[in-house]
């Protein structure tokens, strides 16, 4: 069947235009309208403590939009649980509006047991599917609120080696959720040969437990020049990253945005000295929409179809019927009911069969009594007859015998009768 419900599509034939219509103005159209309404972005950041997370969002959106965290005295209390913590900001760029919201789960990682510190981040997650389905399940859907986390930036610690058990584990259960994005923290700690052995460990671990992470596409059909720019930030995945969002001076005299080292300045805005600028390049300036495309059309696609799936909404001609919780509840009360009245039927037709059962039993005995009782009225009878035959022939005077006597003598002793001499 076609996927348009067995709607045969019209043949289409290419039609040269005799002059200008003007839809070709239809993307600045659409560009237009996009701006005006402003565009919404949400991003979480996990990974522990320490490894420069608000840093990086502030030196991504060039704002102080990440307050910095103070480091709790040793002597404090701290929490035990991953909490989830989330912060929008308006920002603008060349007219452009954008609502950012940061998703942080501080704790992350940061306990003696991390089992299931990956949990309440997922459920964080489906709750803001669970709210955008909500809202699709309206009357009135005419403006849905996307809160949905578009993109997840895990970051990885430096440490050189390879992924570690906390790390695999979070992106297991987070990859078919989340768009995830995988960067090593400052990695200005590290010499570009240990970055690049430890880019292929953690590419390769990815790999072995088949972990999906986000992987910019590169379309055929665009100008070279972007196809080699999306490549070249596939290369680069999982991107190193140094953050900064103070200015320090260069020692030949420029002033960026950096790390001051006794042994020379790290730029952040450098490609040579970090990746930082192709993780923006994809996170905001490329792919930011496809992020959010991603989100909808394959994740959150996924989440829904399961969870219809799960409350027992089946397909219907390759689209899903549309769920209503109240239509559902009555659905069920409606299903509940029919399965009773279907029981007591069956309980109706089970006494039912009982009762007559029983009758026919009660039936055949009394038939059995009568069929007894006729027998026996009929033998008496027969005697009867019998005796008042024999009674006729004694009192018409024939002589009897002294054996015939005395075999009727026997004979009427036995029924009762006393033979008159
Ligand atoms: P968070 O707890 O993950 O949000 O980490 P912060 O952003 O608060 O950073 C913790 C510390 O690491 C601060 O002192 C930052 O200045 C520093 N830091 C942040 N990014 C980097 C980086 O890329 N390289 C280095 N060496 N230090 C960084």
């Not at 805005?269 to 930011?288: P, Y």
Request: glycine share 4%.
């Amino acid at each position: 069947m076609s996927s348009n419900g067995g709607v045969a599509a019209p043949a289409l034939a290419r039609k040269k235009l005799m002059g200008y219509v003007g839809f070709a103005n239809l993307p600045n159209q659409v560009h237009r309208k996009s701006v005006r309404k402003g565009f919404t972005f949400t991003c979480m950041v996990v990974g522990e403590s320490g490894l420069g997370k608000s840093t990086l969002i502030n030196t991504l959106f060039n704002s102080r939009l990440y307050p910095r965290k103070e480091v709790p005295p040793p002597h404090q209390e701290r929490p035990k649980t991953v909490a989830i913590e989330s912060i929008s900001a308006d920002i603008e760029e060349s007219g452009v509006r954008l609502r950012l919201t940061v998703v942080d789960t501080p704790g992350f990682g940061d306990f003696v047991n991390n089992d299931d510190s990956w949990k309440p981040i997922v459920d964080n997650i489906e709750s803001r599917f669970d709210a955008y389905l909500e809202q699709e399940n309206r009357v009135n859907r005419a403006k849905l609120v996307d809160n949905r986390v578009h993109a997840c930036l895990y970051f990885v610690q430096p440490t050189g080696h390879a992924l570690r058990p906390i790390d695999i584990e979070f992106m297991r259960r987070l990859h078919q959720k989340v768009n995830l994005i995988p960067v090593i923290a400052k990695s200005d700690t590290m010499t570009d040969e240990e970055i690049t052995q430890f880019k292929a460990r953690v590419l390769n671990d990815i790999a072995h437990h088949r972990i999906e992470i986000f992987h910019a596409p590169v379309y055929d059909n665009e100008d070279e020049e972007t196809i080699a720019e999306n490549e070249e930030i596939v290369r680069k995945i999982p991107f190193a990253v140094v953050g900064s969002d103070t200015e320090i001076d260069t020692p030949d005299g420029r002033r960026v945005r950096g790390r001051a080292y006794p042994w020379g300045v790290i730029e952040v805005d450098n490609e040579e000295h970090c990746d930082f600028v192709k993780l923006r390049q994809m996170l905001i300036r490329s792919h930011m929409e496809e992020l959010k495309e991603h989100t909808h059309e394959v994740l959150y696609e996924k989440y829904r179809s399961e969870k219809l799936v799960g409350m027992g909404v089946t397909q219907d001609h390759s689209v899903f019927k549309e769920v209503n919780p109240a239509a559902k509840m009555a659905e069920e009360r409606a299903l509940h009911e029919a399965k009773l009245q279907k029981m007591e039927n069956e309980m109706k037709l089970v006494f039912q069969q009982k009762v007559a059962e029983k009758e026919a039993k009660l039936k055949q005995s009394e038939e059995e009594l009568y069929a007894r009782h006729r027998e026996m009225r009929d033998q008496l009878e027969k005697q009867r007859l019998e005796l008042e035959d024999k009674k006729r022939r004694l009192e018409s005077g024939r002589p009897l015998t002294p054996e015939k006597i005395n075999a009727y003598q026997q004979q009427t002793k036995k029924k009762g009768f006393s033979l008159r001499n």
